[in-house]
């Protein structure tokens, strides 16, 4: 047994771990998966992997950025089993396409206080990269009230299948425009392909150059943020319509 396995199955042995159902991870993981940064893609704000929180207890919360978007899903665990807190645990990208091939598989996964993420799948024990490092900065992106506006999926989806690779969105509301966004239009598709509704909620930036998040009706812990491009001259706006949320 290679020496950094037999240290993490020492300190799994030792209860220093926090323990999770791997289904449950896995199904979590596949949902951010399509926000990691690809090959040789490494700006600031970045993060190298999924990384991993518990924001209460019981509760399982992933998220994936690659410095564009960012990609955010909760989920209370039934038999999530924390020995100490899990934040700062990062799975590499390499072991994210391990854990999907083990998708559906029942097996307990353990998150050990060194950052360990281990499991035993067909009776052979798994370990996977994980780093330790501070939560970064993706926070500030991320939305901290409540959604304020409220829009049909089909408004966007319709932008998504007549505008090239950018499109600026008019955002129009009851009272007139409300603001304008430049958007890539493929990283709103995935967006848009991640969540499930016909009605979606919305964080709309403050300016052009702000974030712009998105979630399924209700469900904050379902979470969509897209980074807007600097306006480009020459795009026509594209009107989309927003109901304010105490409308709806």
Same mark, same amino acid.
């Given at each position: 047994?290679?020496?950094?396995?037999?240290?993490?199955? *020492?300190r799994?042995?030792?209860?220093?771990?926090? $323990?999770?159902?791997l +289904?449950?991870?896995v199904?979590?993981?596949?949902?951010?998966?399509?926000?990691?940064?690809?090959?040789h893609?490494?700006?600031?704000?970045v993060?190298?992997g999924?990384?991993? &929180?518990?924001?209460?207890?019981?509760?399982?919360? *992933?998220?994936a950025?690659? @410095?564009h $978007?960012?990609a955010?899903?909760? %989920? $209370?665990?039934?038999?999530?089993?924390i020995?100490?807190p899990?934040c =700062?645990?990062?799975?590499?990208p390499?072991?994210?396409s391990r854990?999907s $091939?083990?998708?559906?598989r029942?097996v307990?996964?353990?998150? &050990?206080?060194d =950052? #360990?993420?281990? /499991?035993?799948?067909? =009776?052979?024990l798994v370990?996977f990269?994980?780093?330790r490092?501070?939560?970064?900065?993706?926070?500030?992106?991320?939305?901290?009230?409540?959604?304020?506006?409220?829009?049909d999926?089909?408004?966007?989806?319709?932008v998504?299948?007549?505008?090239?690779?950018?499109?600026?969105?008019r955002?129009?509301?009851p009272?007139?425009?409300v603001v304008r %966004?430049?958007? #890539? /239009? +493929?990283?709103?598709?995935?967006?848009? =392909?991640a969540?499930d509704g016909?009605?979606?909620?919305?964080?709309?930036? @403050?300016?052009? &150059?702000?974030?712009? %998040?998105?979630?399924?009706?209700?469900?904050?812990?379902r979470l969509?943020?897209?980074?807007? +491009?600097?306006?480009?001259?020459?795009?026509?706006?594209v009107?989309v319509r927003?109901?304010?949320?105490g #409308?709806?």
């Open positions: 047994m290679p020496d950094k396995v037999r240290a993490a199955v *020492v799994a042995m030792k209860a220093e771990a926090s $323990r999770v159902n +289904r449950d991870l199904g979590l993981v596949d949902q951010v998966e399509h926000a990691l940064p690809g090959p893609w490494c700006p600031s704000g993060l190298e999924v990384h991993l &929180t518990e924001p209460e207890p019981g509760v399982l919360r *992933v998220v950025c690659d @410095g $978007r960012l955010q899903r909760s %989920a $209370r665990v039934a038999d999530l089993e020995g100490f899990v =700062g645990v990062t799975v590499s390499s072991s994210v854990l $091939r083990s998708r559906g029942a307990p996964a353990v998150v &050990t206080r =950052g #360990d993420l281990l /499991t035993v799948i067909g =009776g052979a370990v990269d994980v780093t490092e501070p939560y970064p900065g993706t926070t500030r992106v991320i939305p901290s009230g409540p959604a304020t506006w409220s829009v999926r089909s408004a966007l989806a319709e998504c299948d007549g505008a090239e690779r950018e499109a600026l969105l955002f129009v509301g009272s007139g425009e %966004a430049t958007l #890539d /239009t +493929r990283f709103l598709a995935e967006a848009l =392909g969540l016909d009605a979606l909620d919305l964080w709309l930036p @403050g300016d052009p &150059t702000g974030r712009f %998040a998105m979630s399924e009706a209700g469900r904050p812990d969509e943020v897209i980074m807007p +491009r600097r306006p480009l001259m020459g795009l026509s706006p009107d927003v109901v304010e949320k #409308d709806v």
